[in-house]
């Protein structure tokens, strides 16, 4: 891919995107800062956000993630804040060399296995970040400071309702609909860039006290080097490795939630080393380190940012914040920011798995809704772990139940991955036949899908699934998100010999017939074949 194509293929939407979320980003790296407790931490923030922002968004396999300071991360460096020998500046030794690890991350390719992350724990984790955004906004929707934790704005909601600065609230308010309702009105500007300006101007000359995001650090970092000794490097080995670990986690699972807001496919490995590179030059100049952010990355998206251009500009606004543009900032009301926050929080909840959660198998229902509570009121790396622990345990459940007198040899199934993908084989003009073998789950419904999206010059696919007998949640959704794809080519798909499992799932999702109509499933691959080459034809003949 070509300059021209990595920064300047949507300069409008990436332009947009950036600055909305800069100024988002702007109270997060200040609160980040300052969270850290390091000396001078609101300029730390600042500095990390605007280095691994830039950074990252340069070198990341993330086109449209946006970088900078997160929790997981800042919870790590204040942690250790005061410690390490008693120089502060191990500290930002011990964020360069877990920055080099993440690159050595990458140059290893141990991102790749983030793709083994099942849907339900992708759809819980997405879910709790929208529910945590939420509540930690409504404080500061009704005029108050935004809580510190979900459990905390839960606590505090009676506290809320009995004081409530009505000036805030309207400007909160005014923003929500505006940004709801500019896409009624035009699709060329963001509704969230639309209520951040509108309603900032409309602020000044609101009566009553309002709280404002306040004062900004100016000025250029320096760099910090301590006095290196093998003493120190022990010390700040595995914090560092820690660091490392946690940050590649969190940039990687948001890399999964931009997959899914914009269906594009991420580069893991690439990732790694961008969020590597950034996290090294954020040490080097005493700044805090960083990650793919979820909250600032949907924030992009929804306000039209694509290409790895609006990270940058987002990067540069707050450089330009840093260095001259403070005093207009300053002047946004939390309030603004609460509402724009809001709606992305709504935006971040999957709906799409939430409304299925009464016809997804057990299992994964309770996988979803495991991860979104932990997600919510424990940690966002625990509520994974045990997410994936247990999607395990369901899967290993799910294969020793089944009955080998009726389906595929147990052994057979369990050994089968996807190795090589799956192929395709052209049977007719236009027509392809796509034969899958074994269970279709979490840990090989993403290569499938990469697999046979190149399909889409194809007329008609006809999919065998005789030798499927197990689908879970990530396989059904990876199945349609294909079919969805390859019908937004023209190319019709057609599935042949589904057993009775997987055709009821599909049943219960809606996937059938809501993508793939009935007189698209046929019981035999010579019936599919036929109906597929007709139907080709036929549409040939239209055409023409």
């Known amino acids: 891919m070509n300059l021209k194509e990595r920064f300047l293929s949507n300069v409008r939407g990436d332009l947009f995107g950036g600055v909305t979320a800069g100024i988002v980003a702007l109270p997060l790296a200040l609160g980040f800062g300052v969270t850290s407790g390091l000396e001078n931490g609101a300029a730390i923030g600042m500095y990390g956000a605007i280095a691994v922002g830039i950074i990252a968004a340069i070198f990341g396999g993330t086109a449209s993630q946006i970088s900078g300071p997160t929790g997981p991360m800042t919870v790590v460096v204040a942690g250790l804040a005061g410690g390490l020998m008693g120089d502060p500046a191990w500290i930002f030794v011990m964020i360069a060399l877990a920055g080099l690890i993440q690159i050595a991350m990458g140059v290893l390719r141990l991102g790749g296995l983030i793709n083994y ?116 490097f022990r010390l700040i080995a595995f914090p560092a490795l820690a660091l490392a670990v946690i940050g590649a986690i969190d940039s990687l699972l948001t890399s999964l939630v931009a997959d899914n807001v914009t269906k594009t496919r991420h580069d893991s490995n690439q990732e790694l080393i961008g969020q590597g590179l950034g996290n090294a030059l954020a040490g080097l100049i005493g700044g805090l380190p ?57 935006g971040i909840v999957d709906r799409r798995g939430l409304g299925h959660i009464r016809h997804a198998p057990p299992g994964d229902a309770a996988i979803m809704l495991l991860v979104l509570g932990m997600t919510v009121f424990v940690d966002l790396m625990w509520a994974v772990a045990a997410g994936m622990v247990l999607a395990s345990l369901v899967l ?149």
């Open 117 to 232: 992350v099942p849907y339900p724990v992708l759809s819980g984790f997405m879910s709790g970040i929208g529910v945590i955004v939420i509540l930690l906004q409504f404080g500061a929707l009704l005029g108050h400071a935004p809580a510190s934790s979900p459990v905390v704005a839960i606590l505090s909601i009676p506290d809320y309702l009995s004081s409530i600065n009505p000036s805030a609230l309207m400007l909160g308010l005014s923003t929500i609909a505006i940004i709801y309702a500019t896409p009624r009105v035009t699709k060329s500007i963001p509704g969230t860039l639309v209520a951040l300006v509108l309603v900032t101007i409309v602020s000044v000359f609101t009566p009553g006290e309002l709280p404002r995001i306040g004062s900004i650090p100016r000025g250029l970092p320096e760099f910090h080097l301590p006095e290196l000794t093998l003493e120190g």
């Open 290 to 346: 960083g990650a793919g952010a979820t909250m600032r990355t949907v924030v992009n998206v929804r306000s039209g940012g694509r290409e790895r251009l609006s990270g940058v500009v987002h990067g540069l606004l707050l450089l330009s914040l840093l260095l001259a543009l403070g005093p207009l900032a300053e002047q946004i009301p939390n309030a603004v920011l609460a509402g724009i926050l809001f709606t992305v929080g709504v």
């Open 396 to 544: 290993v459940k799910r294969l020793s139940d089944m009955d080998p007198a009726a389906q595929t040899p147990l052994m057979e199934v369990a050994s089968r991955d996807f190795d090589p993908p799956p192929a395709a084989a052209q049977v007719l003009d236009g027509v392809y036949l796509v034969e899958l073998n074994g269970s279709l789950f979490f840990g090989n419904a993403g290569p499938m899908q990469r697999k046979l999206e190149g399909l889409t010059e194809a007329k008609a696919v006809v999919i065998d699934l005789s030798d499927v007998p197990y689908i879970d949640q990530s396989g059904a959704y990876a199945l349609a998100d294909l079919i969805e794809e390859l019908a937004h080519h023209d190319t019709r798909v057609y599935i042949a010999r589904l057993q009775a499992e997987p055709a009821d799932l599909m049943h219960r999702l809606g996937f059938i017939p809501g993508l793939c109509p009935e007189e698209h499933v046929f019981t035999e691959i010579a019936q599919a074949v036929d109906r597929a080459s007709a139907d080709a034809h036929a549409l040939h003949e239209g055409s023409g």
